[in-house]
């Protein structure tokens, strides 16, 4: 059942002369206090927040005796009568049976009932204010000893007055005094009943273990192999994603590819394969198993093609031979008798007067890293090419073990191209391995100095 339905109560039998204003702070200072409604003289109704301050008000409130007040003062006292009516009770009766009263709780009626007696007490002062009637102040006997006949009858009317004023003043000053230390009570004993409540725990609340200290790097460290995971986590999901869209898509494709391809059987050339192996190769290559015999095999072959290049580097003679046989008729058609001496055609000859290239110094090159070496640029036009042969031959035997003329052809179709160094080297690496840049470093050092040996 909610706690937070309004309740409103009967509050009967109110005492002779007592206000509104009285009665709203008896209300306040049990809680949850809303409105109050005042019928007539001795009763009225009043409307609470919770039911929980409903039944304070009724546990505090109830045969609580208010005194007289005002021109009633007098007159005897009447007990308060705080009453719900029949559904109310009811309801208010079914909630108190479900209601858990804590250590709170108790504390809270007893500061509610500690409050309420300061406000009958101060309703009991001479000179409490009374609200609707003007404030009144009842001179103590202390001060009515003064007798008239002790004054002079010439000042007595002055003195009489004067006395009037001072005692009146001072039975004003003597009430806001008492009011101010109500107050102050009262404000005093609704901290004392907040501090009473705030430094009682709860039964209910179960104490929450103290956390230890936590390492600062060890949670930088938690808290970063947490990110790690989170990332490899969604690059994760990213991948199953794309490969999940990517299979239907090349799925598709191959079976296009399948339907437009032609149907064969490739399962012999599937086993040839799957058979073939590098050491296969190896074992039924004669250039691998007997060199004589496939440099024996090689010559007819290499026979015709020395045949097939002298042809082609005849052709290209006679075609340069036409090409200058039919400039001679052109110019023969074209140039004027007279200068045509003997009548022998014009020839006009153009002579190239370039310095001699000049070779590099022996001990120089020898003094130069390998990679020096090779960036310089050997003077081609001042060297015999062909006479760098031998030293070829020489290396690649030392090397390989036996001649190899083929490699030594391929070497020196590089220097008649005027190749770079390492152009050479990688003709000869994949015959020589590492001992190809070793010879190809000693080539090029002669060729820089201009002759086969240093």
Known sequence: MSNAAASTLFVGSISPGVSDRWLVQLFQACGG????????KAFGFADFSTLRDALRVLSVLHDLELPSMGAQRGEPRKKLIVRA???????LGEFAKTMVRTDADALEDAAARNRVDYVVQAMTTPNADVGDEPERFEIPAHLKDLQEDEIPEERRNDVISEIEKFRLGAVARDAAARRRELELERKRAAALAARQVSDTPSPRVAETPATPDVDPEAADEAAEAARR?????????????????????????????????????????????????EETELSTELFWTDRRRWLAARAPERAREDKADAADRDAAAQQR??????ADEFLAQLAPQGLRPSGAPLKLQVHRHDAPPVHMDAAHVKGLTREAAWALVPAWDALDVAAFRSLLDRGIADSFGEPVPDLVDAAMEQLHAHAAAADVAEVLEPVLDEDAAALVDTLWRALLVGRPSL
């Open 33 to 40: 206090y809303r409105s109050f409604k005042r019928v007539s």
């Open 85 to 91: 009516d029949e559904k109310t009770s009811a309801f």
């Open 229 to 277: 995971a989170a990332e490899d986590e969604a690059q994760s999901r990213a991948m199953r994603a794309a490969e999940t869209s990517y299979a239907p898509r090349e799925r598709a494709r191959l079976e296009r590819w399948a339907a437009r391809a032609p149907s064969s059987d490739h399962t012999a050339e599937h086993a040839a394969w799957a058979q073939l192996s």
């Open 321 to 326: 031979a036409d090409a200058e046989r039919q």
